[in-house]
């Protein structure tokens, strides 16, 4: 983790956040995200990771505190030269549009020119290894290849923030590895400031920097692991004494957020999220 004089990419103050059917989803959280982090949200469902993600991105409105993307508002990024990307659960794309029409997507919203948006969707489905596939439809492709089109739609915009929520859970082990092994070189070679969230320790461990484990009821952040091991990072590590350390001790920490230790609760870290995450 960069030290206290870098710059801050994410600042959330005293975020809080309740939906109109009375879920208390946040009580006040303070997050700060260094420029250039891997940030790992964890957590058991219904604790609020969604929801901070959604409020980072300027999805949801908050009900109070403050939360600054580089020293301004969500609304007020585009003010700082920066943009920011999300990656939803699911890959959302057009059914009827080849894989280079729904990676163009979001430059046609934002107008921009033609020859660029051509020169762009191409440098990004290089960047996610889609090149020979530009013209196949949604279908005709794995859960994984599908997932690589809404991570090049994402890097077309040039974000230097990428928010992540669960991309990778319906995915099976092996897919998932190969596409966590990826999003690290992306992250590595385009100075990427990535906020993850997911329900899975080792993919946790093998991404991140720092791991900030949340709770619900309402939600709010109960401990920091920071994971200090040098990239890039390969299967090897995943067999370590240094990685099976990193995992038990955010078992504990994921066991204590989901009050097991009070209650006897049992930790699924596999459950899908509730809506009020």
């Known amino acids: 983790m960069a030290g206290a004089s870098a710059t801050q990419a994410v600042v959330a103050d005293g975020v809080d956040k309740t939906y109109p059917d009375g879920t208390h989803a946040l009580q006040p959280v303070h997050l700060e995200?260094?420029?250039g982090e891997f940030v790992t949200l964890l957590g058991?469902?219904?604790?609020?990771?969604s929801t901070?993600?959604?409020l980072v991105a300027g999805l949801l409105d908050m009900d109070g505190g403050t939360l600054n993307l580089w020293g301004r508002p969500p609304a007020e990024l585009k003010q700082s030269g920066r943009r920011l990307a999300f990656v939803f659960q699911s890959p959302t794309l057009m059914p009827w549009a080849d894989v280079r029409g729904n990676v163009r997507l979001p430059l046609e919203l934002a107008g921009v020119p033609s020859a660029e948006g051509?020169?762009?969707?191409?440098?990004?489905?290089a960047l996610v290894g889609l090149t020979r596939f530009a013209t196949s439809l949604p279908n005709m492709l794995s859960g994984g290849m599908q997932m690589r089109v809404s991570i090049a739609r994402a890097l077309v915009v040039h974000p230097q923030l990428l928010l992540m929520d669960e991309p990778f859970g319906a995915l099976d082990e092996f897919t998932r590895h190969k596409l966590d092994a990826e999003l690290l070189d992306l992250w590595r070679s385009q100075g990427l400031t990535v906020v993850f969230v997911t329900h899975s320790?080792?993919?946790?461990?093998?991404l991140s920097q720092r791991v900030v484990m949340m709770a619900a009821?309402?939600?709010?952040i109960t401990d920091e692991v920071v994971i200090d091991e040098p990239y890039p990072r390969t299967r090897e590590f995943m067999v370590?004494?240094?990685?099976?350390?990193?995992?038990k001790r955010l078992q504990d920490s994921l066991h204590r957020a989901s009050g097991g230790l009070e209650e006897g609760a049992a930790v699924d870290a596999g459950e899908d999220e509730e809506a009020a995450s």
């Open 33 to 35: 995200v260094t420029e």
């Open 44 to 49: 058991p469902s219904g604790c609020g990771k």
């Open 52 to 54: 901070l993600l959604k």
């Open 118 to 125: 051509d020169k762009r969707v191409e440098e990004a489905l």
């Open 201 to 206: 320790i080792s993919e946790a461990v093998f």
């Open 217 to 220: 009821r309402p939600g709010r």
């Open 240 to 247: 370590t004494a240094r990685f099976a350390g990193y995992a």
